[in-house]
Every structure is written in structure tokens, then in C-alpha cells.
């Protein structure tokens, strides 16, 4: 299953995996990205890490609770580009 959001012009997906407990979320673009997880669409929120594209695997998760995300663009000299909306997926 697939899920989408859209902010200015740009892409968020959030599928499920094929293995129990990961999603895979994908920010259209190229780039650095920090990304954050809500286990309560976005009230409360842990950061996630970064990774090295718009590509983030989450593994390891309880199956059958949503989990919603969000990132934002790492910018040359240490700066940010602005949080993405909220996806969020649910994974088996």
C-alpha cells in the first residue's frame, strides 16, 4: 500500500514493505535529508537520523500502528530546507 502527501510541488510516499514490521518513505529530490518519526501524527516526535537521500527503510517496527513521517533538505553550510508535511503508513 502507498500512501502520498504533496507541499510545494514536492513528493512524500510511504509504502509498505514486504517484510513484517518496515515501511519504506521516499522525499522526491536529490541531497542530505533529516528525518523525524510521531507515533501521533506529528503532536510528539523523536528524530530519526539522516540518510544520505530521500530514501528512509524503517525496520524492526510493531505491526499494525501507523507510523507517521516527516523530513527536511540538509543545505550547504549546515542550514535546513523546510519540514515536508506528515505521511504516514502502517506497516504488516
Known sequence: MEYMGFRN?????CFQSTEKGSLLVKQDGSGQYEWQKS???GATFVNY??????????RGQKSDVALWFRCRQ????????????????TPL
Request: glycine share 20%; hydrophobic share 40%.
Open 49 to 58: 537520523g539522516n540518510t544520505s537521500s530521500g530514501l528512509l527503510e524503517v
Open 9 to 13: 510541488s514536492t513528493v512524500m510516499r
Open 74 to 89: 540538509v543545505l550547504k553550510g549546515g542550514t535546513f530546507g523546510p519540514w515536508s508535511i506528515w505521511v504516514s503508513g
Open 39 to 41: 507515533l501521533d501524527g
